[in-house]
């Protein structure tokens, strides 16, 4: 049984985004609202991939979730920091998006879709790992959003920014499979790099 995407985007926009408002100033709560549109553009640019939307749509919003455990308002930000919440924010994001599917309102999905759901969210952020389409278009989806300048303020000074661009560039850009990303991650990169120079970094 399908569910109307809209009314799953409700559910879990009332059920996640009041925890990411609180972590790294609003930036997560932003950046997952991000994360979901580009993902939808990329699912409408390639039907060719077959992709579960409604799984990739859940994991999109709950990628980041387990930050909201880790980082508080008003905390400085570098890339050494969030580098090293990796590991515990993917952990701790399973675990969060494992016990919301367990209500009743996910009853429309399998249990093979609620497995994916959780493995997504579980290994999102492992650049080296991550192999199959839908964790590289999930990936895609949130590499663009980081990227973007354009919703929200950057959290990372120039020289993290810097590191954060070099990674960027090194492990993730090459990975992205689809011709739409790709295309957009060089508009976003140009654009990113613009904004840097502007605040004189």
Same mark, same amino acid.
């Given at each position: 049984m399908n569910l109307d995407l809209s009314n799953l985007e409700t559910y879990l926009e !009332?059920?996640?985004?009041p925890d990411l408002e609180k972590s790294r100033g609003g930036f997560d709560k932003i950046h997952t609202q991000e994360v979901v549109v580009w993902l939808k553009q990329i699912i409408v640019h390639n039907p060719e991939l077959k992709?579960?939307?409604e799984v990739l749509i859940i994991a999109a919003y709950a990628h980041d979730w387990g930050y909201s455990d880790i980082?508080? !308002?008003g905390q400085v930000m570098n890339f050494e920091i969030i580098e090293k919440a990796k590991?515990?924010?993917m952990e701790l994001g399973a675990k969060k998006i494992e016990e919301l599917l367990c209500d009743d309102f996910f009853s429309f999905l399998t249990d093979v879709q609620k497995s994916r759901c959780i493995h997504l969210v579980a290994v999102h952020?492992? =650049?080296? !790992?991550?192999?199959?389409?839908?964790e590289l278009v999930l990936?895609?989806?949130? /590499?663009?959003?980081?990227?973007?300048?354009n919703s929200s303020k950057p959290v990372?000074?120039? =020289?993290?920014? =810097?590191?954060? /661009?070099?990674? /960027?560039l090194a492990t993730?850009?090459? =990975?992205?499979?689809?011709s739409f990303s790709k295309n957009e991650a060089k508009k976003l990169i140009q654009k990113r790099e613009n904004y840097f120079l502007s605040i004189g970094n």
């Open positions: !009332e059920k996640i985004l992709l579960d939307e980082f508080k !308002e590991k515990s924010h952020d492992k =650049k080296f !790992e991550i192999k199959d389409i839908d990936m895609e989806a949130d /590499m663009l959003s980081a990227l973007d300048v990372l000074d120039a =020289k993290s920014n =810097k590191k954060f /661009m070099e990674a /960027m993730r850009v090459p =990975k992205f499979i689809t």
